[in-house]
């Protein structure tokens, strides 16, 4: 069965540095999510990119996020400068249409900043 | 009116006993009502899920009841086994927001043998 798939598992980094989280979604999805779930929290929707361009974003998504799909498998979330706050757990998720369609969820990545 | 809130927190069930999660939501935006089931360390994997014109919908052991003049909906877990234990969440996606999930607090279900 088609997953979706994230790298690393776990990263560390130092406060104010640059991270960029990697998926692959589903071959055939069309529409890619980012959520962090903080640890024994709720998962929190960051944004949502379809057709190259950002759906919508939470006012977690400030100036600090990006996406983009740098080719035609992956996805990425790059944080340009690591807040401690930013530790959590990122989720990529992929849904093949909209509306009803279901979200697939990655394994996620733990992000500890130090 | 984002939030959507589910309860009880924590909840622990017999084998073969039923579970029951409840979830609220007000923003009458949302089209589409998931449940996802996560283990420790997992991605939330959908359970099941229903559509606001359904009042009801089964798979296996697992029923969505859904109000929508409550705007309520809840997750029954019949003949619960030890393999159930996890944490669950309700969710409510709005199409017209990028199809955002929101999803409530999580109930951490532990089912006793």
């Known amino acids: 069965e088609p997953e979706v798939t994230q790298t690393p598992s776990h990263q560390v980094t130092q406060m104010g540095q640059e991270v960029i989280l990697r998926c692959v979604p589903i071959?055939?999805?069309?529409?890619f999510y980012w959520y962090r779930q903080i640890l024994g929290q709720k998962v929190e929707f960051l944004v949502s990119?379809?057709?190259?361009?950002?759906?919508?974003k939470s006012e977690i998504f400030d100036d600090q996020f990006s996406v983009e799909r740098p080719d035609g498998s992956n996805f990425t979330l790059k944080i340009r400068s690591t807040k401690l706050e930013d530790s959590a757990m990122y989720f990529c998720a992929s849904s093949e249409k909209h509306s009803t369609d279901t979200q697939y969820f990655g394994p996620g990545t733990r992000l500890t900043v130090l | 009116q984002q939030q959507v809130k589910q309860s009880p927190q924590s909840l622990i069930v017999q084998k073969g006993g039923i579970s029951i999660i409840n979830c609220a939501y007000e923003n009458t935006a949302f089209d589409y009502f998931p449940w996802y089931q996560q283990f420790p360390g997992k991605g939330p994997a959908l359970l099941i899920a229903i559509r606001p014109d359904v009042s009801e919908k089964k798979e296996g052991r697992f029923t969505i009841s859904f109000n929508k003049s409550a705007k309520q909906f809840s997750l029954h877990i019949m003949d619960s086994q030890p393999g159930d234990s996890a944490t669950y969440f309700c969710?409510?996606?709005?199409?017209?927001?990028?199809?955002?999930?929101?999803f409530g607090g999580g109930t951490r279900v532990l089912v006793k043998p």
């Open positions: 990119f379809y057709n190259n361009e950002i759906s919508e």
């Open positions: 071959s055939n999805h069309l529409y």
């Open positions: 969710a409510a996606q709005n199409k017209a927001a990028g199809n955002k999930l929101t």
